[in-house]
């Protein structure tokens, strides 16, 4: 029997600045955008510590177009996806490595970015049968 090989990423944590939104020379639509993840412990001496961790997000088509119309910066979202790592060669030949979530789905846990109302909500076919802040997509 075969192995199989897992790339799965779960998150909940709060944006960390709006989604931007492009598009690529192939046509297809991506949005970008950082997710802060927060975690606590006590140490030996009683203290509480605590350690922001910044995450760089990727949703690609519908999905880049939902995030973009319906979340903002101080929202708290839930976004499951798989990890990539790009690397590239700048203009002074320095190389650059990049570990991002590539989104499959994203959920909307909190409003406190988004104060614009109903306007600019996905349609009932964007929605995932899930639930109504749930959102799906695939690259």
């Given at each position: ?78 976004v499951e996806g ?52 749930q959102y799906t997509?695939?690259?």
């Open positions: 029997m075969a192995q199989r090989d897992l790339n799965k990423v779960i998150l909940i944590g709060n944006i960390g600045r709006d989604p931007d939104l492009r598009q690529t020379d192939n046509g297809s639509v991506i949005s970008t955008f950082s997710l802060a993840t927060n975690t606590t412990w006590m140490g030996r001496d009683g203290v509480r510590n605590e350690r922001t961790e910044w995450h760089n997000i990727v949703a690609w088509n519908r999905l880049a177009e939902i995030c973009h119309q319906i979340i903002r910066k101080g929202d708290q979202i839930y798989r990890l990539r790592t790009r690397s590239w060669n700048d203009e002074k030949n320095e190389r650059h490595h990049r570990t991002e979530v590539i989104t499959e789905q994203m959920i909307k846990l909190s409003h406190q970015g988004n104060k614009e109302g109903a306007e600019g909500m996905p349609t009932p076919e964007d929605i995932s049968q899930a639930g109504e802040n997509g695939s690259h």
